[in-house]
Structures are given as C-alpha cells and as structure tokens.
C-alpha cells in the first residue's frame, strides 16, 4: 500500500509518498492554497495512495486534511511528538521538509491508532466558540485585574465599600458611583474599563447562550446528567473530545485526559504513579466535577470518596479513583451522542 506523509507549513505542503517497505517513491510540493490542495489531491489519485498522513490537520494542514476526506481518502493525523521521535532514530538528524514529509509517511503506515481530523460540523463548531469564549473570558479577568489596580491607586481601601468580584455587575455599578465625582485621568480610564468589563460580560452572556443551543444540537446536552457537569463544562469536553469514536475503550479515554494512572512497578513491587500527561483542560473539567460531587453531602460521587476513605484511602488517592469513575461515565455517556451533520443557524 503506498502512504503519503504530509508536511505542512503556512504557505507550502511537502508530500512524499513511501511504499509497504517505506521506500520513498516520490516527493512534491503544493502551495497551501485552494489550488495546491487540487494538485494535491490529483497527485495523490495518481499514486493511488491508500492513507495519508498529514501532520497538522488541526492548523496549517486541515485545508488539505478537509479536501482528502472529502475525495473519500483515508486521512489519520499524525502529531508533531511522534515526527520529532521519529526523527531522532535518524543517523542524520537534519531536518528538511522531504525528510519530515518521509518520516510522517512512515509513521502514517506503522500506526493503526492515529486519530482522524475532526470533520466540519456541530461539534467543530462547538469548538470553535469554546475557544473564543475562552479567550473573551481571559480579557475579562484581565481588564478586571487593571481596574483594581487603578482603584487601589485612586481608591485605597475601596474594598471596604466594594465586596466581590470586579466581574459582578452589581460590583460594577458601585465601583461607577465610587469614581464618578473623580475628574482625574486615571479615574477616567477606571470609568472606561468599567465599561469594558461590562461590554465583554454581556457578550460572554450571549456566547453561552449559543453554546447551549449547539451543545443541544450535538446531544451534548446528556453529559449534564452527571452531577458537577454544567453545559460550560460538557461543552468543553465535546470540544476537546471531538470523535467520541477516537476512544473505543474507557481506559483510551482515561489514559487520554490523565485519569489513568501509570505503571510504577518493579520486581515484586506493584505500584502505579500519578499520570501529568493528557488532555489537561479535559482533566481540569473532570477534577472540577469530582470537587463538586464531594462537597455535596448525599451525591453519589460523595458517597463513593466517603467509602475509599473508610477502606484506608488518602484524600488525594481518593479523588484521584473518583476522578476515574467520573471519566468512565462520561465515556459511557460519549457514545450514545447522535451528531447531526451541520450545525444549526444561530444569526
């Protein structure tokens, strides 16, 4: 079978195309542009090339990535790691883009469990305003974090007055009050990051509402059966998961968001150690919802960390095994998703 590794950058692609042994075949380089990615796709007819590996199908590379699918092409990602890993076993360690483009071919045709790039769709498009919300979040936080400072300036001790959080609206409205005899510079400038603050809390406010309405649409919505789950935080583990079918198993998934501890032992020695690697937001969401569960009397997930407990558990150790079981839910709940093929009209 030939297999064509894909090396993308900003403005080319470098394709080579390897045969069953990895003997490269043939090399060539498209512009990353509607065109190149037609020429792409004819060289790849040509060859008769039976995967392609693309590294970068989620940035430089998903134009193309999207196109090859589409054509009914089998396409895998194959990640950066895994070609600087690869790279590494070379007795010439140089890098060039025909020299990635082989070693990404290779590992295109040796790995049978490299993920699929995420089709366009409701859940990409789910991702897509996760992510923005994520950011419009961080400036809040930020313009928040200034208009204290200004305060703390102009105002010294306005936290006598002013109880809460800077993002509450309530908060703002006083802190409005507090400078609104004040003429100087800085209270003008603490005046218009009121007005910022307030500006991005109300388009965060409509950011959720279409995030509700898309996780509804993506059958997400089902994820927020389980206790400490909210729509932010299912929405937030749809993004990340994308293809619920990339984990067949729950231990995949587990080893996948960091839940699934690694193997420590030695001899006669069994132990397991903490595992710090993993989607990280994923692992975040899932540690949020095992705090929530715990710190309710009576839920299920409280219950459970009360008998690891008894049975001679850490705290630590405890929260760790919840977070597991948690996990397994979610994974139990992922593949009962019913994905519709286009995302609703919002505007």
């Known amino acids: 079978m030939v297999v064509v590794g894909i090396d993308s950058h900003k403005d080319t692609l470098a394709g080579c195309a390897i045969d069953e042994v990895g003997r490269p075949l043939d090399y060539r380089s498209f512009a990353n542009t509607a065109a190149g990615h037609a020429q792409a ?19 430089y590379g998903r134009p193309l990535a999207l196109v090859l699918v589409g054509a009914d092409i089998e396409v895998v990602d194959v990640p950066p790691q895994m070609t600087a890993r690869a790279r590494r076993g070379q007795r ?16 295109g045709a040796r790995e049978d469990d490299l993920p699929r790039p995420r089709p366009n769709g409701v859940i990409e498009d789910l991702r897509s305003l996760v992510l923005y919300r994520h950011e419009q979040v961080l400036a809040l936080n930020r313009e928040a974090n200034r208009l204290h400072a200004d305060l703390t300036q102009i105002r010294p001790g306005y936290k006598q007055k002013i109880r809460g959080r800077l993002t509450r609206p309530s908060a703002l409205s006083r802190v409005v ?3 609104s005899a004040d003429r100087s510079v800085r209270a003008d400038i603490a005046r218009r990051r009121v007005r910022t603050t307030q500006r991005l809390l109300k388009h965060i406010a409509e950011l959720d509402d279409q995030i509700g309405q898309l996780l509804h649409a993506a059958g997400g919505a089902v994820l927020t059966d389980i206790y400490g789950i909210g729509t932010q935080s299912a929405a937030e583990i749809l993004a990340q998961v994308g293809d619920p079918t990339r ?17 420590a032992s030695s001899g006669r020695v069994v132990r397991h150690r903490l595992n710090r690697g993993g989607n990280r937001r994923l692992n975040r969401t899932i540690h949020i919802a095992a705090i929530t569960q ?44 019913s994905t519709p093929p286009t995302a609703p009209n919002l505007t």
């Not at 984990?247 to 193997?263: D, I, S």
């Not at 850490?314 to 397994?328: F, G, N, Q, V, Y």
Request: charged share 25%; proline share 4%; net charge positive.
């Open 247 to 263: 984990y067949p198993t729950k231990a995949r998934f587990a080893m996948a968001n960091g839940t699934a501890p690694l193997q």
């Open 177 to 179: 009050r507090l400078v």
């Open 294 to 337: 715990i710190r309710r009397p009576g839920t299920e997930g409280r219950l459970y960390y009360e008998r690891l407990q008894a049975r001679g558990k850490t705290k630590t150790e405890a929260i760790r095994i919840l977070k597991r079981r948690i996990s397994d839910r979610i994974w139990t709940h992922l593949q009962h998703l």
């Open 92 to 107: 010439s360690r140089h890098k060039s883009d025909p020299g990635d483009a082989v070693l990404i071919a290779r590992v």
């Open 41 to 59: 796709l004819g060289w790849v007819c040509r060859l008769g090339a039976g995967r392609v590996a693309v590294e970068g199908s989620g940035g």
